[in-house]
Each structure stands twice: as structure tokens, then as C-alpha cells.
């Protein structure tokens, strides 16, 4: 099954380089370590993908993906392949959550899309507080990453890769203080990916 994932990834990896003419800004802000958490924007369904390309093949990054695409067996198998598990975007879902937070324990690579769903008109939209809570609660870096460009073939596709950060520890005395501390953290981490965007292209 690795075979074929780098395989896969080999492939995409070409497609971007040759078709979309991918660029990646500041790779050297990759952690040399391991576990840490990508942190992007989400304008495309091609998304997880190209932020797999951007960063090297050993990272194996683990993507949250809705459960719809583990509804058919094909698109499931693809999607497993590509190291994705499912997550219940109507709902609290702690067994998503869970098996974020054992993937972190085991050393591994997390991809999150804080806001949840694609951009329609290409702009960041609110972040919900599953991102901040993961990385708050596990320790880890987030290292924030924003995909610029229009997925239009022989137009360039940016990928910028952000500082990583670790989010401070969660003090609270009820649940509205810790609503308002993830809502802060989130907003914080919408604000990295939103300081990697070029002026001319902020959003």
C-alpha cells in the first residue's frame, strides 16, 4: 500500500509541477521533526493533495476528510490510499478526533483544513475550533500553509509554507471560557495562513 501512495503522489506531484507549474515558497520552515500539525486554507478539492506534493514524501501527511467520500468503495479505497480518514462535519466527532490525536502520539504528520469545507469565492472563511483544539490538547507545532492561485493549467500555483507555532496551554473555569479561548486560537491560526498570502492577493 506505501508503494502505491508514493506512486500516487509521485504522479501528482508531476502533474503540478508540469501542468499547474507549482511553486513552493519557504520550504525550509518545514519542521525536521516530526509530529506536527499543516494548518491551510481550502479553495480546491485537489487541496490535500497538492499540500502532500509541497511537502516531502517521507512526511506521509495523515488528511481529516468528510465521511462522504468513504461513502463508495473506489473513491473510498483512493482516498484511504492516500492516508485520509473519515471525519462527521455535521457533529462533535471524537472518534475523528481520537484518531488524530493517536496519529500525533505515533509520530506521524497531521493535514487540517480549519474551515472546514472549500472557499466558494476563494476567500478564508471562519475556522472552526477542531483545529485549535487538537493542537492545543496534543502540543504539537502547527506549522500554517496557504495555497494561492487559480488551478488553471500553465498558470502558476503557490504553495506557501508558514513558521510553525505551538498554541499555549487552555486555562479556563467553564465552558464559555474555553469556547472563547479556541474561537481566539482558531482565529490566530486563520491569521498565520492569512499573513502567508501576497498583498495582491490577500484575502
Known sequence: MSGLYYFGRFLFYSCLKLLYCMRVHNPENIPGRKPFIICSNHIKWADPGTVGAAFPAHYRIRFMA??????????????????????????????????????????????????????????LQKAYNGAAMIAVRSGVPVVPVAIVGPYRFFRPLHVYIGSAFVLPPLVYENKED???????????????????????KAV
Open 66 to 123: 468528510k465521511k462522504e467520500l468513504f461513502d463508495y468503495f473506489i473513491l473510498s479505497s483512493l482516498v484511504r490510499m492516500a492516508g485520509a480518514f473519515p471525519v462527521d462535519r455535521e457533529k462533535a466527532d471524537y472518534g475523528a478526533i481520537k484518531t488524530a490525536y493517536k496519529l500525533l502520539n505515533d509520530g506521524q504528520v497531521l493535514g487540517l483544513f480549519p474551515e472546514g469545507s472549500r472557499s466558494k469565492n476563494g476567500k
Open 178 to 200: 474555553k469556547k472563547a479561548q479556541l474561537e481566539e486560537m482558531s482565529y490566530e491560526i486563520m491569521g498565520r495562513i492569512r499573513d502567508l498570502i501576497p498583498a495582491t
